[in-house]
């Protein structure tokens, strides 16, 4: 087929798409970047297994070296596929999720499986040489060279590898997909306008100016003309004919379709995905409130209180020889709180205001900084010298591990309100106390007193609906980055 009987869009009506120059560029890049990386996971891994090769060459009681040959094959061969398999995920992310530890720790188990499956066909010691040796190795290897990516990927702010991205739909759903995309640090898309009907010149979403650069029928002019390698489509999913039109008018010029749900706030194991002959059914499992669960959750907490208790133990005599010092009044605060079903409970903190607070309250309620029903100052005169550094750094909450230890309130979990918000509530923000209050949540990891009420609220909800001891775990780790960089707290 001749140049000439190809159209503007890459295409022809006899003949398959083309691939525009710039998307190929592009394509060509994410491929020997890929390509790399693999090479460089290959190469940690072979130097790990060799290790453990080397090693077991000391041990008398060894395998012979064709057996260690073998292990070692099968140790890279079940790591790197594996690795390359995870990690397929992230590169339609550009930048997002860069460090991929998960992928790391899922194809260190998988690779230690097919080995341990070896090891029953064999009497050689094939699993312990590489557990000592080989896992430990690799594993330190691939974070290193992952933090060396990252900060080599950070100094270029990673311009040739996050996918330009051009989002479509009505504009109010365009302007909660971007929000949603610029919320979350695990994507990275670069995106170069929108296309809306009937929206000016600009749409404007949390003070990001982006460029309305045509409407929904333009879509497939635009991202060729543009190199966009991604289309977001953010509303009107239902249209099968017009997704199916746009699927095909984007062949040969964009590199990925991601439409955009309005299932917000669903964690990924709780959802699935099938097909029909012509439908693509999404299964979202419902969560789970049962007493195993609660059970599990009520195991984790008594042990980490119980851990905790030991350096809060120590600390006390100090923070209440600085609190008595400081000003007049008790080292502890109690506070009435609702828990888990409406039930009240008192809460317990280290004082960090004056004796007379919750009395010069009234006269602050009109300069009240707080989000939605909560009263918060950013500068509280009530708060005394201590109190703010106590704050700063957390340290104020301490004595509620006692309060979960008592069964009162969990190490994680929604913010425990006062008596008066909860009358405030609207009938969707009940569901909060689902589940008990926690020390520590996701609106302590995210901004604490910076959020809005709906952000704050949004927050509990999602964490209330998809809640699991892993993300506990998750939770509890990253409270602990947040109390040593502190954002929010006053």
Not at 415 to 429: G, W
Not at 432 to 445: A, D, F, S
Request: charged letters at 25%; glycine letters at 8%; a positive charge.
């Amino acid at each position: 087929m001749s140049s000439a009987a190809l159209d503007l869009n890459g295409s022809s009506a006899a003949g398959a798409p083309r691939t525009m120059p710039l998307l190929a560029q592009r394509l060509t890049r994410e491929r020997r970047h890929r390509v790399g990386m693999g090479a460089t996971d290959a190469v940690v891994i072979a130097c790990a297994a060799g290790a453990a090769a080397f090693v077991s060459t000391t041990d008398p009681a060894a395998m012979p070296p064709d057996g260690r040959l073998v292990a070692a094959v099968l140790a890279c061969a079940a790591w790197w596929g594996a690795l390359v398999l995870l990690r397929g995920r992230a590169h339609r992310r550009g930048a997002g999720e860069r460090f991929e530890t998960v992928p790391i720790v899922h194809a260190t188990i998988i690779g230690i499986a097919v080995l341990a499956v070896a090891q029953q066909f064999t009497p050689e010691p094939l699993l312990r040489p590489h557990l000592l040796v080989t896992v430990p190795v690799g594993v330190a290897l691939l974070l290193a060279t992952r933090a060396v990516r990252v900060l080599v990927e950070h100094t270029r702010q990673d311009a040739a590898l996050a996918p330009r991205a051009l989002v479509t739909g009505p504009a109010g759903c365009v302007a909660d997909t971007v929000r949603a995309l610029h919320a979350d640090a695990r994507f990275a898309f670069k995106i170069v306008g929108v296309a809306v009907d009937g929206a000016g010149a600009e749409l404007v979403v949390d003070g990001h100016r982006l460029a309305v650069l045509g409407g929904t029928g333009a879509v497939a002019d635009l991202a060729r003309r543009l190199s966009v390698d991604t289309v977001i489509v953010a509303g009107g999913i239902d249209d099968a004919e017009r997704l199916r039109r746009l699927r095909w008018s984007l062949e040969g010029a964009a590199a990925d379709l991601v439409l955009a749900t309005r299932l917000a706030d669903v964690d990924r194991k709780r959802i699935d995905f099938d097909r029909t002959h012509s439908l693509a059914l999404t299964h979202v499992a419902l969560p789970t409130y049962d007493r195993s669960t609660r059970r599990a959750k009520r195991v984790l907490d008594v042990v980490v209180a119980a851990i905790a208790l030991v350096p809060v133990a120590l600390l006390t005599p100090v923070i209440a020889l600085c609190i008595t010092l400081d000003s007049p009044g008790g080292v502890f605060f109690r506070q009435k709180r609702i828990g888990r079903d409406g039930v009240a409970f008192d809460i317990l903190k280290f004082r960090t205001m004056t004796a007379d607070a919750e009395r010069d309250r009234t006269r602050l309620l009109e300069r009240n900084e707080g989000a939605g029903p909560l009263f918060k100052l950013r500068d509280d005169p009530r708060i005394t010298r201590v109190g703010a550094v106590l704050r700063r750094f957390s340290l104020d909450e301490l004595p509620q591990f006692w309060n979960v230890l008592r069964g009162d309130m969990s190490v994680v979990g929604p913010r425990p309100p006062l008596p008066d918000e909860v009358a405030a509530y609207d009938p969707d923000v009940f569901r909060r106390l689902y589940v008990q209050p926690g020390i520590t949540g996701l609106w302590q990891i995210s901004g604490r007193s910076d959020l809005s009420w709906e952000q704050s609220v949004r927050l509990d909800l999602q964490y209330v609906e998809n809640w699991s001891l892993a993300t506990d775990l998750t939770i509890i780790a990253r409270t602990a980055a947040a109390m040593v960089r502190p954002r929010g707290a006053y």
